[in-house]
């Protein structure tokens, strides 16, 4: 395992939570999903151009996550939890994409 530090922690089967406040999470389910930004503002859309790699990612404060890559979960997910800097867990449920259902807020206050 490499010495880079994630700004991000897996908990359990489909939960991530981001723990830098300077680096934004760029979350990849699969190719056809549309692509997650977690700031510390909250969690939505990202509709512009994914960075190519960590390098690129880094230069823009940003860090890549890849769910379906064997260091994250290993397997694409339908459903995600994300624990953002806000103090609000938001769940991204991919069977509802298109639909004001697709990011919402699941709890206020997770802590």
Do not use: C, W
Not at 13 to 18: D, E, G, Q
Not at 56 to 67: F, G, L, N, P, T
Request: charged share 30%; hydrophobic share 35%; net charge neutral.
């Amino acid at each position: 395992m490499s010495t880079y530090e994630r700004p991000f922690l897996v908990s359990g089967r489909n939960t991530v939570i981001h723990k830098q406040k300077k680096l934004d999470l760029i979350i990849i389910n699969n190719e056809s999903d549309p692509v997650v930004i977690v700031s510390r503002t909250g969690v939505k859309i990202f509709t512009e151009e994914v960075p190519a790699n960590r390098v690129e990612a880094k230069e823009r404060y940003m860090d890549i996550v890849d769910i379906g890559s064997s260091d994250v979960f290993g397997e694409t997910k339908t459903l995600l939890f994300v624990q953002a800097l806000n103090n609000k867990e938001y769940k991204i449920d991919y069977t509802k994409i298109g639909t004001e259902l697709f990011i919402r807020v699941h709890q206020e206050n997770y802590i």
